[in-house]
């Protein structure tokens, strides 16, 4: 059993920058991959990125790959979203999900735990 804790949303501007934090419960956090989501009111949740488990290998959804950082740090068992010019479109509520069973890895369906989500804003 992983139990995840987000923080670090909020409200910004356009143009500015927000860093998430997702914290993971457990003995071999370094053995998974971690990834991001998110969800957008009125919308499904989306991939947004995903982080193997040395952290040597990200990938980022298109709509994001050239503004927002995924890294971790596998020995405080946190994985991290920086997230830099910030667009309105990016406000949602951010999930970290881990527990990939496999198979492509932006479907949500590929993943046995989620955190709760933390809200991030985004005004123009």
């Known amino acids: 059993q992983v139990q995840l804790v987000e923080s670090g949303g909020g409200l910004a501007q356009a143009g500015g920058s927000l860093r998430l934090s997702c914290a993971a419960s457990g003995r071999t956090f370094s053995s998974y991959t971690m990834a991001w989501f998110r969800q957008a009111p009125g919308k499904e949740r989306e991939f947004v990125g995903v982080i193997n488990r040395r952290g040597e290998g990200t990938y980022l959804a298109d709509s994001v790959k050239d503004r927002f950082i995924i890294s971790r740090d596998n020995a405080k068992n946190m994985v991290y979203l920086q997230m830099n010019s910030l667009k309105p479109e990016d406000t949602a509520v951010y999930y970290c999900?881990?527990?990939?069973?496999?198979?492509?890895?932006?479907?949500?369906?590929?993943?046995?735990?989620w955190g709760q989500g933390t809200q991030v804003t985004v005004s123009s």
């Open positions: 999900a881990t527990g990939w069973r496999g198979g492509r890895y932006y479907d949500i369906n590929g993943y046995d735990y």
